[in-house]
């Protein structure tokens, strides 16, 4: 058993809205993403979604109003929340999902699931 850096682990790739597993936690897995831009509108029907920001700054765009994150800021959307992440520069997160959720809501158009 050994400690795992965020940091190292986000040097590892590049690109945006492509999370990378990097433990599990009780039938979660815990990810790390580079996003940039904006991702889809979307919900997640059957479980809410975590974003923990390491660096950078987003935006959580809800229906309801917009919740503006930065480093060592976390936010939960409940589940069932239409929203829609954005980040005017490129940010690192730490999320944390029930094994199997797609990025997107929908297993057809969700990024592909990567363990580093």
Not at 51 to 68: Q, S
Not at 72 to 92: D, I, Q, R, S, Y
């Given at each position: 058993m050994?400690?795992?850096n ?12 492509q ?6 936690f009780?039938?979660?897995?815990l ?31 809800m ?12 936010f939960v ?40």
């Amino acid at each position: 058993m050994q400690a795992i850096n965020l940091a190292d682990k986000l040097a590892t790739f590049e690109g945006h809205w492509q999370p990378r597993v990097v433990g599990q936690f009780n039938g979660h897995d815990l990810m790390v993403v580079k996003v940039k831009g904006e991702f889809v509108w979307h919900t997640h029907e059957n479980t809410d979604d975590f974003f923990l920001v390491l660096k950078g700054r987003i935006t959580i765009r809800m229906r309801e109003g917009d919740v503006a994150l930065g480093p060592g800021e976390l936010f939960v959307v409940p589940k069932g929340t239409e929203h829609c992440p954005v980040a005017e520069e490129e940010a690192h997160l730490l999320l944390i999902e029930p094994v199997g959720t797609p990025n997107t809501g929908n297993a057809a158009t969700a990024a592909p699931r990567r363990v580093l």
